[in-house]
């Protein structure tokens, strides 16, 4: 077990009356246990928790006056994660996938998998099926990708990304979904907090659908998966974001950290890629 502390400060100038869906909160699962958690706004405004889509993300809708506006989270989690030896880890077949995955096979606003099916095939068809393949198609991407915040925007999608090769975590996230999608693994985009991440943010990665289990990776390698928190589940970025404003606000700051109470954590190990970390 992990003790993992994470939160947020976000602070905007709000200039017409506006209505936020924040998406901060850390989900509550059997592998992620809340033990504290406080969320405060300046100036105080009543805050609703909504369980949003069929994973139960907990989004916060506030009614936002006019003025500056503080938002602040701070939660303590204990991780549970099941670590497993990836090894014999393979991939589930077609016929005996579970109805609820089904979805995670299709092409998403951001993940455009029916693009790239021949140009999957011909890159990582002839690997060894299961875990190994997926962490060839991260490190494909790792590799074939150049991290540059600011590079991206709120429209970008894997192919865009492929073609400019350029992007930050969300599109290193979708392309690797993209591709997963695309070999007939199922894959679906988790947003979160991670430990050891810098410079801190809100962090995106993905999951894989492998030997009836979901399984974290991190294309961007830039945080252990041992150390992710999670925030919420989609299909992509777009079902996740962590703040949709309806309304003329502009943000003037944004702080996020995660830090883990246990320094010497051996689940914190970048190097490690060959322990599978599961915490749907």
Same mark, same amino acid.
């Given at each position: 077990?992990?003790?993992?502390?994470?939160?947020?400060?976000?602070?905007?100038?709000?200039?017409?009356?506006?209505?936020?869906?924040?998406?901060?909160?850390?989900?509550?699962?059997?592998?992620?246990?809340?033990?504290?958690?406080?969320?405060?706004?300046?100036?105080?405004?009543?805050?609703?928790?909504?369980?949003?889509?069929?994973?139960?993300?907990?989004?916060?809708?506030?009614?936002?006056?006019?003025?500056?506006?503080?938002?602040?989270?701070?939660?303590?989690?204990?991780?549970?994660?099941?670590?497993?030896?990836?090894?014999?880890?393979?991939?589930?077949?077609?016929?005996?996938?579970?109805?609820?995955?089904?979805?995670?096979?299709?092409?998403?606003?951001?993940?455009?998998?029916?693009?790239?099916?021949?140009?999957?095939?011909?890159?990582?068809?002839?690997?060894?099926?299961?875990?190994?393949?997926?962490?060839?198609?991260?490190?494909?991407?790792?590799?074939?990708?150049?991290?540059?915040?600011?590079?991206?925007?709120? /429209?970008?999608? $894997?192919?865009?990304?492929?073609?400019? +090769?350029? *992007?930050?975590? %969300? @599109?290193? =996230?979708? #392309? &690797?979904?993209?591709?997963?999608?695309?070999?007939?693994?199922?894959?679906?985009?988790?947003?979160?907090?991670?430990?050891?991440?810098?410079?801190?943010?809100?962090?995106?990665?993905?999951?894989?659908?492998?030997?009836?289990?979901?399984?974290?990776?991190?294309? /961007?390698?830039? $945080?252990?998966?041992?150390?992710?928190? +999670?925030? *919420?589940?989609? %299909? @992509?970025? =777009?079902? #996740? &974001?962590?703040?949709?404003?309806?309304?003329?606000?502009?943000?003037?700051?944004?702080?996020?950290?995660?830090?883990?109470?246990?320094?010497?954590?051996?689940?914190?190990?970048?190097?490690?890629?060959?322990?599978?970390?599961?915490?749907?």
């Amino acid at each position: 077990m992990s003790i993992i502390n994470v939160g947020c400060q976000l602070n905007y100038i709000v200039r017409s009356p506006a209505i936020y869906l924040l998406n901060l909160s850390v989900t509550r699962n059997n592998h992620q246990t809340v033990t504290s958690e406080t969320l405060e706004v300046f100036p105080f405004q009543p805050a609703e928790e909504c369980d949003v889509g069929p994973l139960g993300n907990r989004i916060v809708r506030i009614n936002a006056p006019l003025g500056e506006l503080t938002i602040n989270y701070n939660a303590t989690v204990e991780l549970h994660a099941d670590i497993v030896d990836s090894t014999n880890v393979g991939e589930t077949s077609y016929e005996h996938l579970s109805a609820d995955v089904l979805s995670y096979l299709n092409p998403s606003r951001y993940c455009e998998s029916d693009k790239l099916y021949r140009f999957a095939f011909e890159e990582f068809g002839q690997l060894l099926p299961g875990y190994s393949r997926v962490t060839a198609i991260c490190n494909w991407t790792y590799e074939q990708l150049h991290y540059s915040p600011g590079s991206t925007g709120p /429209t970008t999608t $894997a192919c865009d990304v492929l073609i400019q +090769r350029t *992007g930050v975590c %969300r @599109d290193y =996230a979708h #392309v &690797a979904i993209s591709l997963c999608r695309a070999m007939g693994i199922p894959a679906r985009y988790v947003s979160g907090y991670a430990v050891n991440l810098q410079p801190q943010d809100f962090h995106g990665f993905f999951e894989a659908y492998l030997d009836g289990r979901w399984f974290l990776f991190d294309a /961007t390698r830039l $945080a252990p998966v041992g150390g992710f928190v +999670r925030i *919420g589940t989609g %299909r @992509d970025a =777009a079902d #996740v &974001a962590f703040a949709t404003i309806r309304g003329e606000a502009e943000c003037t700051g944004i702080n996020v950290w995660a830090n883990n109470a246990n320094q010497n954590d051996q689940e914190l190990n970048s190097n490690d890629v060959q322990t599978g970390v599961s915490s749907a």
